[in-house]
């Protein structure tokens, strides 16, 4: 997957200097073995830091090991100093975790009293004004540490992707879409680079492409994935030139950033100028690491981005569309299984979902587009869709949003798609998640979140959760349990 931060994590133990140094080199080597048995991939750094001279090796021997990721791991108490003073200094995403107490047979010289440390350690990041990572239990033993490692991986990935991040837009956010439109400000706030582009200059740099000899290869390769499903041939050429050209200028422009998604108007003049729509070419980009968010989507650019790197896979960005009707829940209640008819709704896009999570994609017109701009005729300038059922599996809904008054704040959710027939056009499932209707009340209208959702196609909501933590997003809303009321619900039924 291109345009995803590569993590390379670091594992430095701390140790203060009333407590045997052994106990800490002994631990961490421990955990680096776990570490290599689980398939964990951590660099251990030899210094261990006991003062602000082991500060300042530590962060050589990290630069030179080209660590962005850091553990900070507290074999013993640790000096909360130092080992603050680090975190600090380092550039990248931190998290902190402690040793628990290896035997009973061992607690006189082989306590190591980090259970203690890690709350002056927790005291002192506040001093310093930082938000490492703290995992919801940070104490365990060598395999413990090993998986607490795993899973911040994918945390220190959004993480690093978000402050390396621009977002390129073309065309002005429509006013049929005011719910795509929120203040910028919050974006540099988290380190997100922003591009604003007219539609104008996207004609330009497409049609300075016309006579490229890369086009046809592009071409080639869109046919050949498209396979059956390649209805319109003589399409090919005209959507590769698109692609092509909008690569090569996010390739030219990222300036000081390292990574880019887009957020591009693409209707209604779009189709009258470039001859098709932009799905599909959206969607390959997006199974590239390169979201493509619609209708100039800036926070919605910004929310998939985030999917991808918590995920490693192609993210979507749909409509919370549409419920599903009464009769097709009653006729599918095998496969729906414990969901109530209130759990359920539709995802839907014109057809900007990536051909890996289709059943059977297939190039077509994009019909509510045609309603409007070819009625009754043969669909031309509305061609370049790509449709079918989303395929039945987890996935995560998330988006992370400003306020009118330039707050920002994110939802996320944990659901699955059904392998339901969801017997409409466009990139289309039918998606269930546990409350979903509590939920959609409470936070997506209450709180003014937008129709589009950035869809994770695996179980995402432990990264993208605690990596908006450590980005300084404060109200990171999630479907409650039966049970557990929203601030706002009415409690009498």
């Not at 074999?75 to 975190?87: D, I, R, S, V, W």
């Not at 959004?158 to 400000?185: E, M, W, Y």
């Not at 919050?186 to 497409?206: R, T």
């Not at 969801?422 to 289309?428: E, V």
Request: proline share 6%; with cysteine.
């Amino acid at each position: 997957m291109q345009n995803v931060p590569v993590i390379t994590l670091g594992l430095v133990a701390v140790s203060r200097d009333c407590f045997p140094i052994e106990l800490s080199r002994t631990r961490r080597s421990k955990v680096a073995a776990a570490c290599k048995a689980s398939n964990v991939p951590v660099i251990e750094i030899e210094t261990i830091v006991e003062n602000e001279r082991d500060v300042l090796k530590a962060l050589d021997e990290l630069k030179q090991k080209n660590v962005n990721a850091l553990a900070l791991y507290l074999g013993n108490f640790g000096p909360e100093g130092p080992t603050t003073l680090l975190a600090e200094k380092f550039d990248g995403p931190v998290m902190l975790v402690a040793a628990a107490e290896d035997t009973g047979k061992d607690l006189v010289n082989g306590r190591g009293d980090a259970y203690c440390g890690l709350l002056s350690a927790s005291y002192n990041m506040g001093l310093r004004r930082l938000n490492p990572y703290i995992p919801e239990y940070p104490i365990g033993d060598p395999k413990d540490i090993a998986l607490m490692l795993a899973e911040f991986l994918p945390i220190a990935r959004v993480v690093n992707g978000v402050r390396n991040l621009k977002i390129i837009s073309f065309g002005p956010r429509p006013f049929d879409f005011l719910t795509c439109h929120a203040p910028i400000q919050p974006l540099f706030d988290l380190g997100v680079e922003i591009m604003e582009n007219s539609e104008l200059d996207l004609l330009d740099i497409v049609q300075a492409e016309k006579d490229n000899t890369e086009i046809k290869n592009i071409a080639a390769e869109m046919a050949k994935e498209l396979g059956k499903g390649n209805t319109y041939p003589g399409l090919m050429e005209k959507l590769a030139q698109y692609e092509y050209a909008l690569e090569k200028f996010m390739n030219a422009n990222l300036g000081t950033s390292q990574y880019a998604a887009f957020a591009n108007k693409c209707w209604p003049a779009f189709e009258k100028y470039f001859g098709h729509v932009p799905c599909y070419l959206n969607s390959r980009l997006a199974a590239r690491g390169i979201p493509v968010a619609c209708e100039a989507d800036i926070y919605g650019a910004l929310s998939e981005y985030m999917a991808v790197c918590a995920t490693e896979v192609p993210p979507a960005i749909l409509d919370i569309n549409n419920s599903v009707p009464k009769d097709m829940y009653e006729e599918n209640k095998a496969v729906i299984g414990k969901y109530a008819l209130s759990d359920l709704w539709m995802g839907f896009h014109c057809g900007n979902t990536s051909a890996g999570c289709l059943i059977q994609p297939v190039m077509q017109y994009q019909l509510i587009m045609h309603r409007l701009m070819e009625p009754g005729l043969e669909p031309t300038i509305t061609r370049g869709t790509l449709e079918g059922q989303i395929k039945a599996g987890p996935i995560s809904i998330f988006r992370i949003q400003a306020s009118s008054d330039a707050r920002i704040g994110a939802y996320v959710a944990d659901g699955e798609v059904l392998n339901v027939n969801p017997k409409s056009f466009g990139s289309i499932g039918v998606f269930a998640i546990e409350e979903m209707g509590r939920f959609y009340r409470h936070v997506l209208l209450e709180k003014h979140f937008p129709h589009h959702t950035a869809i994770a196609f695996r179980h995402a909501g432990k990264p993208l959760f605690a990596a908006c933590k450590m980005l300084g997003v404060s109200d990171v809303f999630f479907n409650r349990p039966q049970g557990a009321y929203y601030p706002s619900e009415n409690p009498f039924r």
